[in-house]
């Protein structure tokens, strides 16, 4: 099994944890871009100083990072951030499982965004892969309870938020795998975390001047909010990791594709945590969305 592979399904492990908490904090004094601020203020310092402490120690010098590098970290940094706040926003409106399952549009455009930015293409069973994961997210993407036509159901405000999120989702890890592919380096595991830091640094540096200058009081909430957003913090530490290294590895569509898995693992999470029902439709919908996850491990 290429390593890729194992990485990436931590990632949605960890990302789906993350999310969890993220619904938790949003449904409290904190707003979307609070909730978001949460997530970089309580890793970066982290990420950071660990990059550092193993050049220090290892004697290693810090790599050139050039003019590319900084035009993909900086481009992808602010794509998650407003990925990430569209994310915050949809738990407002639509339930735990179907707001990760509007975000998940992101596989499919991570195709064509990877094409154009950095001229990499799929395979024709990786793209028959991709859209049966598709067949299989829009099957989930039905809410429970709903009436009205398919297209009434998200033609809405959660749907739009949901596929803008896809989007700048998408753009982000196609650019943090360009980032990473211009640091010379063979160790694709330090490639990651030095851009990584850089990222996370950036947007903690964003994200508090927003806040500061548009929502001062939500930086004192985040702080109120720490027993559970320093495990936000945590969990993206270790999730937004795995990704990078996984960015790294391979291309961004492949990897958005395997990480769909994320929407099984967030489903079971809704089901355990939140005492949301599964219907049938779901349920066809996970099946279909393991044979792509299947399909993408066996032939790739």
Same mark, same amino acid.
């Given at each position: 099994?290429? +390593? ?60 050139? +990072? ?47 965004? /990877?094409?154009?930015?950095? /001229? ?46 896809? +989007? ?48 001062? /009081? ?40 395997? /990480? ?41």
């Amino acid at each position: 099994m290429e +390593l890729w592979i194992p990485v990436t399904l931590a990632a949605a492990v960890f990302q789906t944890g993350r999310f969890m908490l993220q619904k938790h904090l949003s449904g409290a004094a904190l707003s979307a871009a609070g909730a978001t601020f949460a997530r970089f203020v309580y890793s970066a310092p982290l990420v950071l100083f660990g990059v550092l402490a193993w050049f220090t120690l290892t004697g290693t010098p810090l790599p050139a +990072l050039g003019l590319a590098f900084w035009a993909y970290a900086l481009t992808g940094g602010a794509a998650q951030i407003l990925a990430t706040v569209c994310v915050v926003l949809l738990f407002k409106t639509r339930n735990f499982a179907v707001g990760i399952t509007f975000k998940k549009t992101e596989v499919i455009q991570t195709v064509l965004v /990877g094409w154009v930015v950095l /001229g990499e293409g799929v395979s024709v069973i990786g793209f028959a892969a991709i859209l049966l994961g598709l067949v299989g997210v829009l099957l989930l993407s039905d809410t429970p309870g709903a009436v009205g036509s398919w297209l009434m159901r998200i033609g809405n405000r959660a749907a739009g938020l949901g596929l803008m999120s896809g +989007l700048l989702f998408a753009v982000s890890g196609v650019t943090y795998r360009g980032a990473s592919l211009e640091i010379a380096s063979d160790a694709p595991f330090l490639r990651a975390a030095v851009t990584l830091a850089a990222v996370t640094t950036a947007q903690t540096i964003a994200m508090a001047l927003w806040l500061a200058w548009r929502e001062p /009081g939500q930086m004192r909430l985040v702080w109120a909010a720490r027993r559970v957003a320093v495990w936000v913090g945590l969990t993206s530490l270790a999730g937004s990791l795995c990704w990078f290294t996984a960015f790294t590895l391979q291309n961004a569509a492949y990897v958005n594709a395997l /990480g769909q898995v994320e929407l099984i693992f967030s489903l079971a999470a809704s089901v355990l945590f939140f005492r949301e029902k599964v219907t049938a439709r779901e349920l066809l919908g996970m099946a279909v969305l393991g044979l792509s996850i299947l399909g993408l491990i066996l032939y790739l």
